[in-house]
């Protein structure tokens, strides 16, 4: 491990957190996307909208480990954001928290038991 140059810690620009799996928006949201294309495709242009808020944070920071694009602003953030759009969609909100899986049960609104 002597690649200086990637081993600083960067910070999302949102929470605070360390960024240990960067993945732009742009990447999520072409997965998020894909991933409504089958069950909610009218959400798609929300999901995008949402996308843009984050488009100003794309300065510096860290690479995207897909893509390659700068990047600040860590995936739960930005997934946190999405699930909003779910908020009169119990199921689906349900099932992105499954699918994208990203540290999100980790907070108190999303015990799970038994
Ligand atoms: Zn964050
Ligand atoms: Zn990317």
Redesign the pocket.
């Given at each position: 491990m002597h690649s200086s140059l990637y081993s600083t810690k960067h910070e999302c620009l949102l929470c605070g957190d360390v960024i240990t799996n960067p993945?732009?928006y742009?990447?999520l949201e072409s997965e998020v996307e894909e991933w409504l294309t089958g069950r909610m495709p009218a959400i798609i242009p929300k999901v995008k909208k949402t996308g843009k808020i984050f488009a100003s944070y794309t300065h510096q920071g860290t690479r995207?480990i897909?893509?390659?694009?700068n990047?600040n602003v860590c995936t739960h953030c930005y997934c946190y954001e999405v699930n909003k759009l779910f908020e009169n969609y119990p199921r689906l909100a349900e099932e992105f928290v499954e699918f994208f899986n990203f540290e999100l049960r980790g907070s108190s609104n999303f015990v799970t038991q038994g």
């Amino acid at each position: 491990m002597h690649s200086s140059l990637y081993s600083t810690k960067h910070e999302c620009l949102l929470c605070g957190d360390v960024i240990t799996n960067p993945i732009c928006y742009t990447c999520l949201e072409s997965e998020v996307e894909e991933w409504l294309t089958g069950r909610m495709p009218a959400i798609i242009p929300k999901v995008k909208k949402t996308g843009k808020i984050f488009a100003s944070y794309t300065h510096q920071g860290t690479r995207c480990i897909l893509c390659g694009n700068n990047m600040n602003v860590c995936t739960h953030c930005y997934c946190y954001e999405v699930n909003k759009l779910f908020e009169n969609y119990p199921r689906l909100a349900e099932e992105f928290v499954e699918f994208f899986n990203f540290e999100l049960r980790g907070s108190s609104n999303f015990v799970t038991q038994g």
